[in-house]
């Protein structure tokens, strides 16, 4: 079964800092990886995926995020952070069976703390 | 673009209450899902639906069933909710490389 590490419950930058999240998953095949965003109170909004292709992929608001099958990481990235990223930070991993139901295992998600 | 419905959005149930949570989707997606969530836990999965008319236990399925009417809609039952109930439930519904989700169902069992 799939499983997703987020080592970092919390995080805390300075505002205008670089911004790294880690996430280790556990998959036996390529797997299709996501990062999601939830600010207090709300839903989840999805900042960018990676199923094939170019392994650096960006996403909204400015991150990014590098796949690397050799050390099983999504990590999310962004260079500057802004005031309004504090938020929850949730990365999954979907499988594909090639039939029926997929679905997102989710890592127990990282809390971004700014400070001014 | 509604995209992923949920109702209702807040409920608060007595214990041995029974409640269902409604989920309806307009993507022509086959597959939906039910997560919660809860603080430090990420989302778990409770249960899915594959296509209308199926349906499979997830990580978290004790005191749930759940029921897909239709290819639109997937609803969540609690027969007699308990304390440990009390969170946050989303649906989705996609598959592969693209989900969508609702907007949540925030439940408090008191």
């Known amino acids: 079964a799939q499983s997703v590490t987020q080592p970092d419950i919390h995080i805390t930058v300075s505002e205008g800092a670089s911004l790294e999240l880690r996430c280790n998953y556990s998959?036996?095949?390529?797997?299709?990886l996501f990062w999601y965003v939830q600010s207090p109170g709300q839903g989840l909004q999805l900042l960018l995926k990676?199923?094939?292709?170019?392994?650096l992929v960006q996403g909204i608001k400015g991150f990014e995020a590098e796949f690397k099958r050799s050390q099983s990481s999504f990590n999310l990235r962004k260079p500057s952070v802004h005031w309004s990223d504090a938020a929850e930070y949730f990365c999954a991993v979907g499988r594909h069976s090639g039939g029926g139901a997929d679905g997102l295992t989710f890592g127990k998600g990282t809390h971004l703390i700014i400070q001014p | 673009n509604a995209g992923v419905t949920q109702t209702p959005k807040f409920q608060v149930l007595k214990t041995g209450q029974s409640m269902t949570l409604q989920c309806a989707q307009d993507m022509n997606h086959n597959s939906m899902y039910w997560y919660r969530q809860d603080p430090g836990m990420g989302l778990r999965l409770i249960y899915y639906s594959a296509s209308e008319g199926t349906t499979d236990k997830g990580e978290v399925p004790n005191g749930y069933n759940v029921s897909r009417l239709n290819k639109r809609e997937f609803s969540l039952r609690l027969e007699s909710a308990a304390p440990s109930q009390t969170s946050v439930y989303f649906c989705a519904s996609g598959r592969g490389s693209g989900y969508t989700f609702g907007s949540g169902t925030r439940l408090t069992v008191v």
């Open positions: 990676y199923f094939s292709g170019d392994t």
């Open positions: 998959y036996g095949a390529t797997p299709y």
